[in-house]
């Protein structure tokens, strides 16, 4: 059972990332996928979760209108599509996958990703 988070990278402020989130070993179709973040200095916080039923939630208000997140089940893939990138969107991105749910605390989800880093230069 594995995720692989992947698509980080260097960026200019202003600019767009696309980052996967591909699950091996099991299938995706009935568990919430969230993502958080991690910058230096700081805790784990929760960015967006997508349910099963394709719904989004977002934990973070200053993504809201910047970050959205997508499924394909035929793949076992979600995407994080990240547009309109700040320097304090600079961090290490998780995936994480959760039976039914999408739930804010990184407590609740029962599979990481390994991480991947995202930095936007100012």
């Known amino acids: 059972v594995q995720l692989q988070a992947s698509g980080g990278g260097l960026v200019q402020a202003g600019g767009s990332l696309r980052l996967s989130c591909a699950a091996s070993?099991?299938?995706?179709?009935?568990?919430?996928i969230g993502w958080f973040r991690q910058a230096p200095g700081k805790e784990r916080e929760g960015v967006l979760c997508?349910?099963?039923?394709?719904?989004?939630?977002y934990y973070a208000d200053s993504v809201k209108g910047r970050f959205t997140i997508s499924r394909d089940d035929a793949k076992n893939t979600v995407y994080l599509h990240m547009n309109s990138l700040k320097f304090e969107d600079t961090a290490v991105y998780y995936c994480?996958?959760?039976?039914?749910?999408?739930?804010?605390?990184?407590?609740?989800?029962?599979?990481w990703g390994q991480g991947t880093q995202v930095t936007v230069s100012s």
């Open positions: 994480a996958a959760v039976r039914y749910g999408c739930y804010q605390s990184p407590r609740m989800y029962d599979y």
């Open positions: 070993g099991f299938t995706l179709d009935y568990h919430g």
């Open positions: 997508i349910s099963r039923s394709g719904g989004t939630t």
